[in-house]
């Protein structure tokens, strides 16, 4: 297994101030998970590029609150690091 912090980007591709943990397996695990833990592998082309059209190309360059409001994203949540040993590094 791999982890690795990188910059978040927003979704007009600019680092964001947070970073975002990145987890990869390698060798067997990643041989297992594909072969016996993938149920489904979906196109979503036509989607991003409906959300592009909608939601992120009407706001290239603006900096309003509300410039993602109509973008579908996966939920994510903020995993808050509270040992400051850890936190430090």
């Known amino acids: 297994m791999r982890l690795q912090f ?3 980007h927003s979704p007009l591709g600019g680092k964001e ?3 975002a943990i990145q ?3 390698r060798g067997p695990e990643s041989e297992k998970y594909v072969k016996e833990s993938i ?3 979906k196109d979503v082309t036509e ?3 409906e959300q592009y059209e909608l939601n992120v190309k009407p706001y290239i360059g603006y900096e309003g ?3 993602y409001e ?3 994203t996966p ?3 903020i995993y808050e690091i509270n040992d400051p040993e850890i936190k430090s590094r």
């Open 6 to 8: 990188d910059p978040d």
């Open 17 to 19: 101030e947070r970073r």
């Open 23 to 25: 987890i990869g397996l």
């Open 39 to 41: 149920l489904q592998i």
């Open 47 to 49: 989607f991003s590029k």
């Open 65 to 67: 609150k509300d410039k």
């Open 70 to 72: 109509g973008l579908i």
């Open 75 to 77: 939920k994510e949540r």
